[in-house]
């Protein structure tokens, strides 16, 4: 694991491989001349050579000197401010991550960033550091566990050291709060990335347990014969063709605060999924193992949680079960009843997620009475198609509460985009047999909305937000802090920034 630390002394003074600067477009040659006079005086020359103005995400590395100290010089270039007269704090963490690529290539063994001031970004030194600190961490995260061969690992970066002239205890605390937020997301990812065989629903209800007597967290775990046995037709339904039976994991946060309000977070677990007897092509079941995408996303969240102690109360729900075919499997056309006594007519197996799903909110409605209530699903290929990798569908019909979201999102660089969720798209899921179908009809198309709208029926009056992270959770290109073919961990930062700032922004 990286070591970071932080630092006061000058960029020059640090005793390091490379030195990383970050400077906005036309930035002044001066702001680099201490750099050029210790390492190489030709660097002004070799700039405009090179046309290095500071466009956003460009770079300028050149190999400099001092004695018998050689040290590599890294500017990366964040661009113009735009129309807030700030430079987009997303191009900012972008830039980190390409330094930390920068360092891969280079076989870079500790790195000094210059932490740029938070001005340039119409924010604080504080925000700077936290960012700085998980994307660091993210962008150095790399799946390796099954590599033999050493020079695959991609794990040279040991240390980088955070220079700044701010030597108050508030870069420390932004410092230390960005490495629990970047450390749950690269476990996230982690735990998604695992062969499937290696996690099934008891690996990860084992992990969740080992989380909960960590950090002093209440939890349950309902065994498979307790979910049927509570009428969790969804669940028990989807894990029906599995050998391996489906897990409820319940992780509850208590804060400190007396009568704070409860946010609900709940995950889809499908730990793979192979469309059960709706059986997907073989191309589409080759990455499934990111079906619990969702369900990871919130049981790292409340760990990131526990340690930093926001004063709201959080539950994390995370229904799992493996969707597999088998003479014993859910099949087209049963019919299933849920935990809050709703049926649907299971016309497609490969629709499982929200059957799953429709138990858990179901019993965190019932249960704990949330004051909001959200969900994280790789729920559907339609929402994957609509916006493509770069955003999360959002679903809700509660604008309050999609704007405390929605501004999480921006916060954290988790973002998202609202689909429509009228009731005219409630049509597709109507069902003769039973109350509601588990896929929309053909005719209305809006496969993602008529997902949401399905999981409606099951949130009673609670203000909900669904999010679709069927296209964000995996394999997410020309973002420098995530990986080719490997999971991104959406969802963790964008939690934890809405639960931590839950009182603040309420208004």
Known sequence: M?????NTKSIVEQNVDAIVVFVPENFLYEDVQPIAEK???ALQDLMMKKKFTGKALSTCVVTG????QSVDLVFIGLGKPGKTGAIDIETYRRAVGRAVRIAETRN???MAFQLPHGALFNDTAYAVAYHTTTITYIAAYHFNEFITDADQKQDTLKQVVFVTDHADAEIVEAMNAGAVVGQSVNQTRHWIDMPPSHLTPTHLANKA?????KHGLKLTIFSENEVRQMGMGGLAGVSRGSDNDCKLVILEYTC???DAETIAFVGKGITFDSGGLSIKPADYMEKMKDDMAGAAAVINAIEALAILKPDVNVIAIAPLAENLPS???LMPGDIVTFYNGKTAEVRNTDAEGRLILADALSYAVKHYKPDAMIDLATLTGACAYALGPFYTGLMSAHDEFTERVTAAAESSGDRVWRLPFHDDYKAAIKNP???????GSNRYRAGAITAGLFLQNFVEDVPWVHLDIAGTAFDVPDISYYRFDSATGVGVRLLVDLAMNWNVKKS
């Open 39 to 41: 390492y190489f005086s």
């Open 2 to 6: 990286i070591s970071i630390i932080k």
């Open 209 to 213: 347990e080992a989380i909960a007597n």
């Open 327 to 329: 003479g014993k499997a």
């Open 65 to 68: 000197e001092n004695g018998s």
């Open 256 to 258: 400190s605060k007396k």
């Open 433 to 439: 047999l039973a109350d509601i179908c588990n896929i």
């Open 108 to 110: 870079t063994t500790s």
